[in-house]
């Protein structure tokens, strides 16, 4: 008869003496955390390093973990949260979203132009997200890459959920109005380009 499959918090409080309940922590877990960490930090390398990282604070502090209601993963989300923005203080660079490309190959084939205005809108959207504070990419990130509710959000950002949607809201505001800013300086400097060309 098969062991029942013990839920995080479980595991959590057996993890501080048993190698092995960690160990399925980590297993449930690190896909999650890599992917979180390279969003924030577009590279593979320093997301690999940083989620290690993640693991071995988490490991050495699980022991004194404590159940505040929210589920465990919030807690190892912060943990990358803090590891990643010292990792950006560090660097003293702004933070790097790279964002998929979602084209049909199909599509792509019989119609290139569609191609090329996916990846002009794309790169649009990228240069958009790099300039949005280190909150509101977080914010980005775990709603439309990790797939998390505003509920959710609010445990890993410590905010309440009313608190989450008015940010969710402020940030699409604010992707519209640098959208429209961007579209208008690149209007203009094509106007440019067309009256030094003719």
């Known amino acids: 008869m098969k062991e029942p499959v013990m839920d995080d918090m479980s ?29 924030r930090t577009g590279n593979y390398h320093d997301a690999e390093d940083l989620t290690e ?8 502090h699980v022991a004194t973990f404590e159940d505040k209601g929210v589920p465990f ?8 949260h803090n590891l990643v923005a010292n990792w950006h203080r ?16 199909s599509e792509v084939a019989e119609y290139p132009e569609s191609e090329a205005m996916a990846n ?3 790169e649009l959207l990228m240069t958009i997200v790099r300039h949005l504070p280190p909150d ?5 990130i775990l709603k439309f890459v990790e797939r998390m509710s505003n509920a959710e959000i609010g445990d890993v950002m410590g905010r309440s959920e009313g608190a989450v949607k ?19 300086e690149s209007s203009a400097d094509r106007y440019v380009k067309d009256e030094k060309a003719g």
């Open 11 to 39: 595991l959590a409080r057996q993890a501080g003496s048993d190698p092995e309940a960690f160990g399925e922590l980590y297993e449930r877990h690190v896909r999650k955390i890599y992917n979180y960490i390279y969003y």
């Open 53 to 60: 990282m993640v693991f071995q604070r988490a490991l050495r």
């Open 73 to 80: 993963t919030a807690w190892l989300y912060r943990i990358a």
């Open 90 to 105: 560090d660097r003293s660079r702004r933070p790097v979203v790279p964002l998929d490309q979602h084209v049909a190959v």
């Open 120 to 122: 002009e809108e794309t």
């Open 136 to 140: 509101r990419q977080q914010l980005l």
């Open 166 to 184: 008015s940010l969710y809201h402020r940030t699409l505001n604010a992707l519209r109005a640098e959208a429209r800013r961007l579209e208008e």
